[in-house]
C-alpha cells in the first residue's frame, strides 16, 4: 500500500499515489504540498518484492473484460483447470484480485477453506495437486461480507497477494480480474511491470454492447504494454442439455468477437457455447472436465487451451 504519514487525514490516498496531494481529503493536511510536488514519490519497493517472489513463475496471464457478467470468473477457472488437467506436471495457480466480488472460491467448490501462514509466507488453498488459488474469500468471515475499501487499500492487498504468497514454482498465474480498467488492474500492472506479464486474454460475448467495452479493454492494454494473447467469445451459442439443439441468445449482429479480432488484428482464440450445466458446476464448485468430458464446452476449451499453451512456449506474442 502507498505509505500514508502518521498525521494524515482519514482517506489518504497515500504519498505513492497519483493524487497524493489533490484529492479532497487533502485539503488541510500539513503534507499537502510536499506531496501534491511529487517530492515523496520514490519507487515502490513492492515492485522488487514482487519480481523475487514470482522469479519461479514462468507465465503470468491476466484474464480481462471490460464488461461483467460475460462470465469472465468462469472461464478462468476452465482454462486454470484444463491447463492442469492437460498435464500433471505442470503446475497452475490463479490469483482472484476481483477483491469487491470474489467469486473463485466458490467455483473451484473451496468455501470455507483457511489460508495458513508459514516463515515462507501465506499458503494457497490447493484445489488439487498441482492447481492452487488466493483469493481475499479466504480472508473474509462470511462469504457474504462485503468488501468496502478504497483504492489504496486495494492496492495493499494484491500487492500482499502477489508478494507474500508462497506460490512455489509455477508455470502459470492466472490473475483473474474484475471487469473494466481501474485501480485492481493498475495495481497489478504496476507491480508486475519488472516481473514480466506473459499477456492477457480478453473475454466477451458476441453482442455489440459488449463488445464495445471489450474494445476499450485492448485499448488499456496497449496503454500499460501488456501483449495481448487472444480473444475468447464466450456464451457464443446456448446447448439445451436435453435435446442438445442450440440456438442463438446472444446474437453477433456485428460479427461478434472473430470479426472485431480480424479487425484489430489480434487472435481470436476460440468461442465457448453457454450451457446451463456448466453453470450448476460452477455454483455447486464441480469440475467441469470431470462432470462433463465429452460436452462441446470442453471440446471447445481443449482447443483454446493448447492454443494458449503453443503461443505461450513459442513466446509469440
Known amino acids: ?40 514519490k520514490l519507487p515502490d519497493p513492492g515492485i522488487v518484492l514482487v519480481k523475487e517472489r514470482l522469479s519461479s ?5 491476466l484474464v480481462l473484460s471490460g464488461k461483467g457478467g460475460v462470465g ?6 476452465l482454462l486454470s483447470r484444463a491447463l492442469a488437467a492437460d498435464n500433471p506436471n505442470r ?42 488459488l488466493m483469493s481475499i474469500g479466504f480472508l473474509l468471515n462470511s462469504s457474504t461480507d462485503a468488501v468496502i475499501w478504497r483504492g489504496p487499500k486495494k492496492n495493499g492487498m494484491i500487492k500482499q497477494f502477489l508478494s507474500e504468497v508462497d506460490w512455489g514454482t509455477l508455470d502459470y498465474l492466472i490473475l483473474d480480474t474484475p471487469p473494466g480498467t481501474s485501480d485492481e488492474h493498475l495495481s497489478a500492472v504496476t507491480y508486475l511491470k519488472d516481473a514480466r506479464i506473459t499477456g492477457a486474454i480478453i473475454v466477451t460475448t458476441p453482442q455489440e454492447v459488449s463488445l464495445l467495452d471489450v ?13 495481448i494473447l487472444g480473444v475468447i467469445e ?34 481470436f482464440l476460440g468461442s465457448l457455447p453457454l450451457d ?12 467441469v472436465l470431470v462432470e462433463m468430458p465429452k460436452s462441446p464446452i470442453v471440446i471447445a476449451l481443449n482447443t483454446i487451451v493448447q492454443k494458449i499453451i503453443q503461443k505461450c512456449d513459442s513466446k509469440d506474442l
Request: glycine residues 8%; aromatic residues 4%.
Open 276 to 287: 446451463p450445466l456448466l453453470a450448476r458446476c460452477c455454483d455447486e464448485g464441480k469440475n
Open 57 to 61: 513463475v514462468e507465465n503470468k496471464i
Open 1 to 40: 500500500m502507498a505509505d500514508v504519514p502518521k498525521d494524515a487525514p482519514d482517506h489518504c490516498p497515500g504519498t505513492q499515489s497519483e493524487n497524493a496531494g489533490k484529492v479532497s481529503a487533502c485539503t488541510g493536511c500539513p503534507n499537502q504540498s510536499i506531496c501534491s510536488s511529487g517530492a515523496t
Open 234 to 267: 464466450n456464451m457464443s451459442i446456448f446447448i439445451c442439455p436435453k435435446c442438445k439443439n442450440s440456438a442463438e441468445i446472444f446474437p453477433a449482429l456485428t460479427g461478434g468477437a472473430k470479426k472485431m479480432s480480424t479487425d484489430l488484428n489480434i487472435e
Open 72 to 77: 469472465k470468473s468462469t472461464v478462468t477457472s
Open 215 to 227: 474494445r476499450k479493454e485492448i485499448d488499456f492494454c496497449k496503454k500499460v504494454n501488456i501483449p
Open 91 to 132: 503446475n497452475v495457480a490463479v490469483l482472484d484480485i476481483d477483491i469487491c466480488g470474489p467469486s473463485q472460491p466458490r467455483v473451484f467448490g473451496a468455501i470455507g477453506e483457511q489460508v495458513h501462514q508459514s516463515a515462507s509466507g501465506w499458503s494457497p488453498v490447493y484445489i488439487e495437486d498441482n492447481l492452487s
